[in-house]
T-cell receptor, first 114, second 110 residues
Framework: NAGVTQTPKFQVLKTGQSMTLQCAQDMNHEYMSWYRQDPGMGLRLIHYSVGAGITDQGEVPNGYNVSRSTTEDFPLRLLSAAPSQTSVYFC?????????????FGPGTRLTVL | LAKTTQPISMDSYEGQEVNITCSHNNIATNDYITWYQQFPSQGPRFIIQGYKTKVTNEVASLFIPADRKSSTLSLPRVSLSDTAVYYCLGSGGSSYKLIFGSGTRLLVRP
């Protein structure tokens, strides 16, 4: 299994540009999430999905859109990039086991907005 | 989801045992305590999880007292490769929306 994969690894955008960060998992996990991590800080939840066709907002959803058309993919769209969105973005997946809260994280996408 | 408080940073030396304590005074009855490890330029990685008493795996031990208002992650005989940020989280089965604090930066010196 490849686990959770993210593309691209690095991206530089100009203010106002839009782009999509890709995330895919091959573990058949029902749950997927997007986080951002600013320098020296912990991760903050942007959006999450509990299954195909079901998404919801996290702590910091403004400026981002998501959709979940398949179990495997959970892309994150930046509508109009701003310098405040410069960050490292992590995608994660998990499943419901009734007890454990283990999320599997991707390697991250480092985004710079000029 | 429980708010957690942990030290900002800790220093240790190779071969020592490291104990990182996390405070979670308002933990809910159905919350588990989970610890993640994050190396620079990588996503967090699950280390250990527990509800009460003691849990041990090949990486660490987790001690949770009866009142569950705190927990301690114990790393036996640390090496340089254990230098990382360690996050303590309280969560109630909602694995898709974990709340991360700032974590504890552990530096292991030779």
């Amino acid at each position: 299994n490849a686990g959770v994969t993210q593309t691209p690894k690095f991206q530089v955008l100009k203010t106002g540009q839009s782009m999509t960060l890709q995330c895919a998992q091959d573990m058949n996990h029902e749950y997927m999430s997007w986080y951002r991590q600013d320098p020296g800080m912990g991760l903050r939840l942007i959006h999450y999905s509990v299954g195909a066709g079901i998404t919801d907002q996290g702590e910091v959803p403004n400026g981002y859109n998501v959709s979940r058309s398949t179990t495997e993919d959970f892309p994150l769209r930046l509508l109009s990039a701003a310098p405040s969105q410069t960050s490292v973005y992590f995608c994660a997946s998990s499943y419901s086991s009734g007890e454990t809260d283990t999320q599997y994280f991707g390697p991250g996408t480092r985004l710079t907005v000029l | 989801l429980a708010k957690t408080t942990q030290p900002i940073s800790m220093d240790s030396y190779e071969g020592q045992e490291v104990n990182i304590t996390c405070s979670h005074n308002n933990i809910a009855t159905n919350d588990y305590i989970t610890w993640y490890q994050q190396f620079p330029s990588q996503g967090p990685r699950f280390i250990i999880q527990g509800y009460k008493t003691k849990v041990t795996n090949e990486v660490a031990s987790l001690f949770i007292p009866a009142d569950r208002k705190s927990s301690t992650l114990s790393l036996p005989r640390v090496s340089l490769s254990d230098t990382a940020v360690y996050y303590c989280l309280g969560s109630g089965g909602s694995s898709y929306k974990l709340i991360f604090g700032s974590g504890t930066r552990l530096l292991v010196r030779p």
